[in-house]
Nanobody, 121 residues
Framework: QVQLVESGGGLVQAGGSLRLSCAASTSGLSINTMGWYRQGPGNKRNLVAEISKIGSTDYADSVKGRFTISRDNAKNTVYLQMNSLKPADTAVYYC???????????????WGQGTQVTVSS
């Protein structure tokens, strides 16, 4: 059973910072890529940032230089440090984790429950 627990969302003024966390319980299964997506009102869910098992990162252009993704493999936890927040960053943020089962089965992606981030102007 894979469970993801997100925390750290909230209300912040423009220019402020928030840190999101997502802890994964995997029953010993291996985690590959971990990432964060967001979905604003009326929009589709889009990638914000992702990080590979060895620490390679990728960011959406809109957050480069402001957001930093990191992970603690010992704790199966991924973080998203968000600085210089803008009202356009307002969305529900979802954690996504790719769990590796086997060479035959491959990997499956799991989603967190989502956490609301609201940035006021």
């Amino acid at each position: 059973q894979v469970q993801l627990v997100e925390s750290g969302g909230g209300l912040v003024q423009a220019g402020g910072s928030l840190r999101l966390s997502c802890a994964a319980s995997t029953s010993g299964l291996s985690i590959n890529t971990m990432g964060w997506y967001r979905q604003g009102p009326g929009n589709k869910r889009n990638l914000v940032a992702e990080i590979s098992k060895i620490g390679s990162t990728d960011y959406a252009d809109s957050v480069k230089g402001r957001f930093t993704i990191s992970r603690d493999n010992a704790k199966n936890t991924v973080y998203l440090q968000m600085n210089s927040l803008k009202p356009a960053d307002t969305a529900v943020y979802y954690c996504n984790v790719a769990i590796y089962y086997s060479d035959y089965v491959g990997e499956y992606n799991y989603w967190g429950q989502g956490t609301q981030v609201t940035v006021s102007s």
